[in-house]
C-alpha cells in the first residue's frame, strides 16, 4: 500500500487497536514498537494498564507522550483477565471501522494491519480476519487450503466443530469489524476461559470469515498469564468446546451430526476424567471444577465415568508392559490410601465415590 505525503489517512479506515497490560514490563516496548512500525499508517491506539505494579504504566506513558495517537487507560481498579479485556475492547474509537488486540507480551508483523484490513475491504461480508501466527517457533493456526481468504461464517464454523479445525487463533491474531464489537456490552462471555473462540462462533453466525496466508502475528509461550495458568492446570478445555458446542452447534449442525459430535465430546471428556483419577489426581479443586461444569452443561454422568474407567482398566490389563513402566514412574499413592484400598476388588467405587 502506497500511502504518499499527500495521501488524505481519513479516506482509509480507522483501525482501533488495544493492549490490555498488566506488569508486562519486560515486553511492552517490543509490543507498542510493533504497532508503531505498522504499514498501515490510520489507526490509534489506546493502552489498558489494569493497575499493574511495575514499570508497565510508566513505559506505555512514556509512548503516549511522543506520539498522539497512543493514550494510556488507567484503571480505576484491578479487573480479572477477561472482563479487562472487554473493558479494553469498550475503549476502541466510535469512528473506527476495525478494532485489533494485541496482548501486551505478544507483538505483531509490520504488514499485519494492512492485509487484513486489505482482506476485509475486499469482502465486505468478512467480520473477522484471521492469519497464520507463530507461538514461539511454530507456525499457527493452519487448516485452512490455499487460497482461502473468504469463507463463509456457517462452513468454518462447521469445520470447527466436526473437524476440530482451529484458524481463529487468539484475540491477537484476530481483526474485528468494530460495529460487531460494539454491537455487544460484554464481548466476550466472562465465564468461558476459551472466551474468544466461543466469540469467533457467535460472530460467525451473521457474517463470514478472512483469513491471510502470512504469518502476521506474533504469540510468546514463555510467560503464562494466570488465565491461561489456571486454564491449564484445571484443564478447561474440555468443558470449554463441550458448552460452545452445546450452546451453538444446533444452529451449524444437523441433529444427526451434533448428536455424533456431543458423543465423541463426552467420550473424550470422561476418557480425561477417567485416566485423571487413575493417574492419582484427587486434588478438590479441579473435581469440583469439572463436576461442576458438566453438571450445568448437561449433568454428571457417574455411569458414564465408571464405564470410563473400566475401559481404561481394560486397556492396562491388555498392555501390561506399558501398565508397569508408567507405574514405575507414578508418585506414591496419595491422600493416606493404603495398598489394600487399591487391590481389594473396589477399586471402581474407590474412584468414583472420590468424586461425590
Known amino acids: 500500500m502506497d500511502h504518499g505525503d499527500e495521501m488524505d489517512l481519513e479516506s482509509l ?33 489506546t493502552i489498558i494498564n489494569n493497575c499493574s505494579k511495575d514499570r508497565s504504566g510508566e513505559i506505555a506513558r512514556r509512548y503516549a507522550a511522543i506520539d498522539p495517537r497512543i493514550r494510556v487507560h488507567e484503571n480505576e481498579q484491578f479487573l480479572k483477565a477477561i472482563p479487562n479485556h472487554n473493558h479494553a475492547l469498550r475503549q476502541i474509537s466510535p469512528k473506527s471501522k476495525y478494532c485489533k488486540m494485541v496482548f501486551a507480551d505478544d507483538w505483531i508483523f509490520p504488514q499485519c494491519i494492512e492485509e487484513m484490513v486489505n482482506l476485509a475491504e475486499e469482502h465486505p461480508s468478512v467480520g473477522i480476519v484471521g492469519a497464520y501466527g507463530l507461538e514461539g517457533e511454530r507456525v499457527a493456526w493452519s487448516g485452512l487450503p490455499y487460497p482461502s481468504r473468504l469463507v463463509s461464517g456457517r ?14 487463533g487468539t484475540s491477537t491474531s484476530v481483526l474485528y469489524r468494530s460495529d460487531l464489537v460494539r454491537g455487544r456490552y460484554a464481548f466476550y462471555n466472562e465465564a468461558n476461559f476459551l ?3 466461543e466469540a469467533s462462533v457467535v460472530l460467525l453466525k451473521t457474517c463470514d470469515f478472512g483469513f491471510v496466508h502470512q504469518i502476521l502475528t506474533f ?15 484445571l484443564m478447561t478445555h474440555y468443558n ?12 451449524f449442525l444437523s441433529r444427526q451430526e451434533f448428536d455424533a459430535c456431543l458423543d465423541r465430546l463426552l467420550t473424550e471428556y ?8 487413575l493417574k492419582g489426581r484427587r486434588d478438590k479443586k479441579f473435581w469440583d471444577y469439572h463436576r461442576n ?31 508397569i513402566e508408567k507405574l ?18 473396589s477399586l471402581l467405587a474407590m474412584h468414583t465415590n472420590k468424586i461425590r
Open 328 to 345: 514405575r514412574m507414578r508418585k506414591n499413592v496419595s491422600n493416606g490410601e493404603s495398598a489394600k484400598e487399591s487391590s481389594d476388588g
Open 155 to 168: 462452513e468454518i464454523c462447521r469445520r470447527t466443530l466436526l473437524e476440530g479445525i482451529y484458524v481463529f
Open 195 to 197: 472466551a474468544d473462540r
Open 240 to 251: 470449554c468446546t463441550l458448552y460452545t458446542l452445546v450452546t451453538h452447534g444446533p444452529d
Open 270 to 277: 470422561y476418557n480425561f476424567l477417567a485416566v485423571s483419577l
Open 219 to 233: 504469540k510468546r509461550l514463555e510467560k503464562r498469564s494466570l488465565t491461561s495458568t489456571v486454564a491449564l492446570d
Open 13 to 45: 479506515p480507522l483501525v482501533s487497536i488495544v493492549s490490555p497490560v498488566y506488569n508486562n514490563e519486560d515486553h511492552i516496548a517490543e509490543c507498542i514498537e510493533s504497532v508503531l512500525n505498522q504499514t498501515y499508517p490510520h489507526w490509534d491506539y
Open 293 to 323: 461444569k458438566l453438571a450445568e452443561i448437561l449433568g454428571f454422568s457417574r455411569s458414564r465415568l465408571a464405564i470410563a474407567i473400566l475401559a481404561r482398566m481394560g486397556k492396562a490389563v491388555l498392555n501390561p508392559y506399558e501398565t
